[in-house]
């Protein structure tokens, strides 16, 4: 990475605690990531457990890759520089079965892209409103299990 920063791993995929909210995120390695088949079934698992996976920018195109946005609507990086293909085209032309949009966040219900790494605070936020409704959802069945 520039600058000398080092980001080093806590887990592996098969010691990866369990995660509320999964979140893949953008940069150059996505051309690496969508050909990675460890990747996409780690996430296959996780989508399956009823992680929700959400992505930053580029992110999105591993989601893709993996098959976690087919028939669903996404969003990725949309501005660039010239000559670079513009992610949302990039999106579109590879994974055909998934509907590309430029938006802030698309909420797909249990996976969530978003378009650019300002739009990280309004990621936060539906993040978290994802987490409330699980919440409210859990506070809900518990008092109904227990009579209330």
């Given at each position: 990475?520039?600058?000398?920063?080092?980001?080093?791993?806590?887990?592996?995929?098969?010691?990866?605690?369990?995660?509320?909210?999964?979140?893949?995120?953008?940069?150059?390695?996505?051309?690496?990531?969508?050909?990675?088949?460890?990747?996409?079934?780690?996430?296959?698992?996780?989508?399956?457990?009823?992680e929700?996976?959400?992505?930053?920018?580029?992110?999105?195109?591993?989601?893709?890759?993996?098959?976690?946005?087919?028939?669903?609507?996404?969003?990725?990086?949309?501005?660039?520089?010239?000559?670079?293909?513009?992610?949302?085209?990039?999106?579109?032309?590879?994974?055909s079965?998934?509907?590309?949009?430029?938006?802030?966040?698309?909420?797909?219900?249990?996976?969530?892209t978003?378009?650019?790494?300002?739009?990280?605070?309004?990621r936060?936020?539906f993040?978290?409103?994802?987490?409330?409704?699980?919440?409210?959802?859990?506070?809900?069945?518990?008092?109904?299990?227990?009579?209330?």
């Amino acid at each position: 990475m520039q600058n000398g920063l080092r980001v080093q791993n806590d887990f592996s995929f098969a010691d990866a605690p369990v995660a509320d909210v999964v979140v893949v995120t953008g940069g150059t390695s996505w051309r690496n990531e969508i050909d990675n088949p460890k990747m996409h079934a780690w996430l296959k698992q996780r989508h399956a457990r009823g992680e929700v996976i959400s992505s930053v920018r580029t992110g999105a195109m591993v989601l893709g890759a993996a098959g976690l946005l087919d028939s669903k609507r996404t969003t990725t990086k949309a501005p660039v520089a010239s000559p670079e293909e513009r992610p949302i085209t990039t999106m579109g032309r590879l994974y055909s079965t998934t509907d590309a949009v430029e938006a802030l966040v698309v909420d797909e219900g249990d996976i969530a892209t978003g378009g650019s790494v300002t739009r990280g605070t309004q990621r936060s936020i539906f993040s978290s409103a994802i987490l409330d409704r699980r919440c409210a959802t859990r506070v809900a069945v518990n008092r109904a299990l227990s009579g209330m």
